[in-house]
């Protein structure tokens, strides 16, 4: 996570064993999910680094092509290359 106004990296959110493919970030700022290949989302938390949750492929191998979150922050979609 980068500082916008001053360029310099603030946090680290490590934890993926593939390449990272998507990051999105909720609207308030607080959360992250991101996806790696073959593997499922992980959500995490803005502020401290930490992941607070995943939602697993459900044991399929897949690539997460696009990744939304809800206005309210409430609910994670996903779409993948197996067309789920």
């Known amino acids: 996570i980068w500082d916008m106004e001053t ?9 993926h064993s593939s390449a990272v493919t998507l990051l999105v970030i909720s ?8 996806s790696s290949e073959g593997s499922g989302l992980k959500i995490w938390d803005v502020k401290t680094g930490a992941e607070v949750g995943s939602l ?5 191998d897949v690539n997460v092509c696009s990744v939304a979150i ?8 996903s779409g993948s290359d197996d067309k789920t």
């Open 27 to 34: 609207a308030d700022g607080k959360r992250v999910v991101s």
């Open 70 to 77: 809800s206005a309210d922050g409430k609910r994670v979609v």
């Open 56 to 60: 697993a492929d459900r044991g399929r």
């Open 7 to 15: 360029g310099a990296e603030v946090r680290t959110l490590a934890g």
